[in-house]
């Protein structure tokens, strides 16, 4: 929601809340790891390069 503006702050500014207004910091890189889970991973254990992943 914007009031008078129209994306005045990058949306990578953290934004934290005030005494019991919230717990915690929202957007910018460490606000969105609260959201994020890893689902899965892949190690490779081979040396050779993928070829699309070029």
Partial sequence: VWV??????SVATPFAGRKDSGIGVEKG???IRNYMRQKSFYWGMNEAPIPWAD
Avoid: A, E
């Fill in 29 to 31: 890189r460490l606000g």
């Fill in 4 to 9: 008078n503006t129209f994306k005045q702050f």
